[in-house]
C-alpha cells in the first residue's frame, strides 16, 4: 500500500487548509486511516482517525476544530484544518491499516503564521 499526502502549505492564524492522502495499491483492507504530525524538534503524535464506517476520533487540541473524511471509493482520506494556530505547524503524515498503523505516507509540510 503507498500513501500520498498533499495539501499542505503556508497558512495565517485562523485560515484553513485541506488535507488528502490517496491510498493505492491493496486498500480495501484498510479499515482505518489516519492523520499525525511532527512539529519541529518533538514527537510524532496523532491526530484523527477514522473507520471504513466513518467512525471518527480526535486529538482533543483539534477537535471542533479539524475534520476527518474519507472517500472510499476513491481511497482517500481528508483532514479539513480550520481556525489554524501557529501551534499547528508540522509535517502532516497520513496513514493506514488493518486494525493499526502500518502504512505511512510522506508528509506534507503545514506552516501557520501568527
Known amino acids: 500500500v503507498q500513501l500520498q499526502a498533499s495539501g499542505g502549505g503556508l497558512v495565517q492564524a485562523g485560515g484553513s487548509l485541506r488535507l488528502s492522502c490517496v491510498a493505492s495499491?491493496?486498500?480495501?483492507?484498510?479499515?482505518?486511516m489516519g492523520w499525525f504530525r511532527q512539529a519541529p524538534g518533538k514527537q510524532r503524535e496523532w491526530v484523527a482517525r477514522?473507520?471504513?464506517?466513518?467512525?471518527?476520533n480526535y486529538k482533543d487540541s483539534v477537535k471542533a476544530r479539524f475534520t476527518i473524511s474519507r472517500d472510499n471509493v476513491k481511497n482517500t482520506v481528508y483532514l479539513q484544518m480550520n481556525s489554524l494556530k501557529p501551534e499547528d505547524t508540522a509535517v502532516y503524515y497520513c496513514?493506514?491499516?488493518?486494525?493499526?498503523?502500518?502504512?505511512w505516507g510522506q508528509g506534507t509540510l503545514v506552516t501557520v503564521s501568527s
Open positions: 477514522i473507520t471504513n464506517g466513518g467512525l471518527t
Open positions: 495499491g491493496t486498500s480495501s483492507s484498510l479499515n482505518v
Open positions: 496513514s493506514a491499516g488493518s486494525t493499526t498503523f502500518d502504512y
